[in-house]
């Protein structure tokens, strides 16, 4: 069984930044990539960043230059560092891990249970 426990979310007001952590724990051998998703009222989920174990990123295009990943492999945590905040950010966050639980198996995809980010004066 595997967790992954968000952290970070609240509201801010415009400009303004906030720092949400995801960490994995549990039945895990390996994870390949991390990342965060955003799903806003009446919208589909839709990709924020990710991170490979190799360190290698990518981005949505709404977020590039105002939204940082990063990856700590020896804690299995996530950080999306988010400046500059929008009131179009203002979503449920979900944290995401492609994983593996023994060497053997396939790659398994486990999620958070979602952080609320608001963004209004």
């Known amino acids: 069984q595997v967790q992954l426990v968000e952290s970070g979310g609240g509201l801010v007001l415009p400009g303004g930044s906030l720092r949400l952590s995801c960490a994995a724990s549990g039945s895990i051998f390996s994870i390949n990539s991390m990342g965060w998703y955003r799903q806003a009222p009446g919208k589909q989920r839709e990709l924020v960043a990710v991170?490979?174990?190799?360190?290698?990123?990518n981005y949505a295009g709404s977020v590039k230059g105002r939204f940082t990943i990063a990856r700590d492999n020896a804690k299995n945590t996530v950080y999306l560092q988010m400046n500059s905040l929008k009131p179009e950010d203002t979503a449920v966050y979900y944290c995401?891990?492609?994983?593996?639980?023994?060497?053997?198996?396939?790659?398994?995809?486990?999620w958070g249970q979602g952080a609320q980010v608001t963004v209004s004066s």
């Open positions: 991170i490979t174990s190799g360190g290698n990123t």
């Open positions: 995401n891990a492609v994983l593996k639980h023994t060497p053997g198996a396939y790659e398994d995809v486990h």
